[in-house]
């Protein structure tokens, strides 16, 4: 019934690709920065909000939608595109990254990761086959195999068993991803900041036929240097013709960086955690707009920007906001970078239709470096 | 330039009165409910979402805005209106009330009151003709004189001494109100539940030729039927060709009540307060969203209401924000008790124009009585 999930890769430019995958909820451009809604919604943000910002897909939380309100009450009710209203492709992750960053007593057997529920203490288990089955039930267009995601710096003996373990656990998520026809499973490259533990993780999943790949474990506290390093590393191994998606990143610096090393897939929750605490990311670089210098600044945050909150709001405004508190501030913080970064994306795709994409990426960081509006004097 | 204010009573029917202010921002409908923007936003609601809720005008708190960012600061960027965006009617009132909630070693003389700031304690100064000049400063389309609210239950001495106070403030903050052409000053009845005090009070404030008559201290803890026994008393003493405002109130039936008393305006946090505590106001009555009779309810909160909110979404889906203390949870909610308010009010506006308000009052409070649908079984 659902088309086939499809990748077509439209153009490359250097490293840099131009895309779109198309899904059983639409088409997705690539590259395509996915807001995360954790909990089945963007926190500050109506969804339609978030579709005018130019978001073709979202993301959203195996791990706290397994506790709250649970796979099976989804299911019950249609589905995540139902639940929330949300009618486009939804990308759903594991639950493995947020198993180790977020519950207590973790621990990691061949079968199954097993944890207590930040919530309640609930013991609950996650094996790759329960993973499966719960993103299945959330009805996501794309879904993820379970890995094990461990933090940055480690020994390299625990480096190589979780990768190690992550790629028996990505043959059981394929075995187990059946009968969900225009749907896609993407494998995790794992192997942590250790380059040949990188590649070998890469060559193995791409000999499985996942139909994207993404790259996990990254952006966990090292340098931006290695996060490159990896990409870089890895990217010679991940089939040309899938969506390669870098998973939980990151600025838009880190954005325009991995783009132009292949990547066509992003999430994270910056613009909407930032937002909420006062960064407002703009062409002019990141803006705190709790600093005093925004007081009595009449002038909008970005008078060309394509987003009513950039564009109809004093600085004055938007910093009483935020200082004060108000959810409004939020709100329009947040509304100002999903903009930015979607608009960002849109740029980038266009500057690699056009074969600029070097250019595109020296101006925008120029204007980056050249920084905010002056002071009002 | 401005046209002045005006004040025009198109029907009655019993106590209950259709009218419409004139104000520099435009019309408002009356009775009419005014959403609370304390610190100038709306909590967890955008303007044009407060707009399309039916609201008319809002209310902005002086003693917030006079404290953060400061009355100065806002009229440097053009007022109140250039500051939120907000083109429409904006009542503000006189800080009275908030001294006395919040602020902390208030002090009354006869010149004034002196309270710390509950951000940052400083000592503050608010005399009647400051009060004025702060809200001119704010640009407001109606100004409050400043009164002294005492908490009830309280000594008849008290209540004695703060209203004839409020009357001499009365007088002050008339003779402040001048070279604002346009604009409207209104009296504040004060007496507490008193009933010859209030009298007292409400035939001072007439006989000095305010644009509208508000009654304050009300609903600070009093059981209804001494509010309503308050308004009662009054209203043969207020100018029937001049708005009657009750400051601060209230529940959806103070509401329906009150306008059947003679009430024109009113002001209160309850839409959005409630909203962001999980209560939905409903023709069905108030609605406990977070009860866990709703955690598997497919169906909207109402099918037939004016609010993408209450239509759009089921109550499992407010049910698993609220609960989740997601902001979109208390942004939707918000939304829905804001369209409620407004609906209320439009309906008693039709009702009253067709002479058949009390039918309406008494199926109203019929369909609240009968309660929410059945719980799916």
Known sequence: MADPFAFRLLATDGGARLGEATTPHGV???PAFMPVG????????????VRESGADVVLANTYHLMLRPTAERIAALGGLHAFTGWPHPILTDSGGFQVMSLSELRKVSEDAVTFRSHIDGASVSLSPERAVEIQAM??????MQLDE????????????????????????????FTGRPGRALFGIVQGGDVTELRIESARALADMGFDGLAIGGLAVGEPQAVMLAMIEA???????DKPHYLMG???????????????????????????RHGTAFTRFGPINIRNARHAADPRPLDAQSRCPAARDYSRAYLHHLSRSNELLGAMLLSLVNLYYYQDLMADMRAAIGARRFAQFRAQTKAAWAAGDLPAMT
Chains 1, 2 share one sequence.
């Open 28 to 30: 997705i451009r690539t």
């Open 138 to 143: 959330l009805g996501a267009d794309i879904s």
């Open 149 to 176: 995601c461990i933090r940055l710096p480690a020994e390299r003996a625990d480096i190589e068993r979780a990768m190690r373990l992550s790629l028996r656990w990505a043959q059981r998520s394929q075995r187990a």
């Open 38 to 49: 954790t909990l089945g919604a963007m926190k500050g943000v109506h969804w339609h909000e």
């Open 249 to 275: 990143v990151g600025t838009p610096d880190d954005l325009l960086e991995a783009v132009g090393r292949g990547i066509d897939m992003f999430d994270c929750v910056l613009p909407t955690r930032n937002g």
């Open 234 to 240: 890895v990217m010679p191994y991940l089939p040309a």
